[in-house]
């Protein structure tokens, strides 16, 4: 199976034939982007200083090192819960044009909608791989909103292979977590009645 690399700007076509629990990597252009930014877009209406129109976003909080002039690195960039994110995203989505949403664990009916309607995904990095994402970083282009803090500044990356990031939420709107619930608590009550049997003898 060969390896599934999205290249930014990202169109429509690009993700008709991806689906959940797929793999791909990224490559291009990548914003941190997380509570204080959908908020400030959306609740209070000011328009972001970076045009995402095809690109893709991070929920995180960068650590980033100031080299001076205006010179920085990323040191590590771990995901924060894409869940805080998820009564902005739908119309965050619709707004900016952003095609992926990458973050930690799934998120829900709001964003499904958002990624439905307008052809978007939200993917999932593997938690724990913070310093292993920053490698993959190969440059910070530029910065805004640093009044915001180091957290929750806009970091416009580049980054090449940037994953692996799993699709939780296709453009069709389906989503692995929700699926997976339905599943596991499927399991779950055929044990509770197989348990139930076995120890019936207890009062």
């Known amino acids: 199976m060969s390896k599934k690399v999205l290249t ?10 991806i689906r959940i629990g797929d793999i ?37 909080g960068p650590i980033v090192r100031d080299l001076g002039n205006e010179e920085y690195e990323i040191v590590s960039i771990g995901p924060t819960t894409s869940m805080r994110m998820e009564k902005f995203e739908k119309e965050f989505i619709e707004e900016t044009g952003v095609k992926l949403i990458v973050g930690k664990g799934g998120m829900g009916k709001n964003t499904e909608e958002g990624c439905k309607n307008h052809k978007a995904l939200h993917l999932v990095f593997p938690a724990g791989n913070a310093v292993f994402a920053a490698t993959k ?7 805004h909103w640093k009044d915001l803090g180091m957290p929750e500044s806009l970091w416009v990356c580049e980054v090449n292979e940037f994953g692996p990031l799993i699709v939780s939420i296709d453009t069709e709107g389906n989503n692995i977590f929700e699926e997976n619930k339905i599943e596991f608590n499927k399991k779950k009550e055929e044990q509770y009645q197989l348990i139930s049997q076995q120890v019936r003898f207890i009062k």
């Open 8 to 17: 930014t700007p990202i169109k429509d076509e690009d993700l008709k034939d």
């Open 24 to 60: 791909i990597y990224l490559t291009g252009t990548l914003v941190t982007c997380r509570d204080v930014a959908h908020r400030r877009l959306i609740e209070e209406k000011i328009p972001l200083p970076v045009d995402l129109k095809g690109k893709a976003i991070f929920h995180a």
């Open 137 to 143: 970083v190969e440059q910070i282009r530029e910065v």
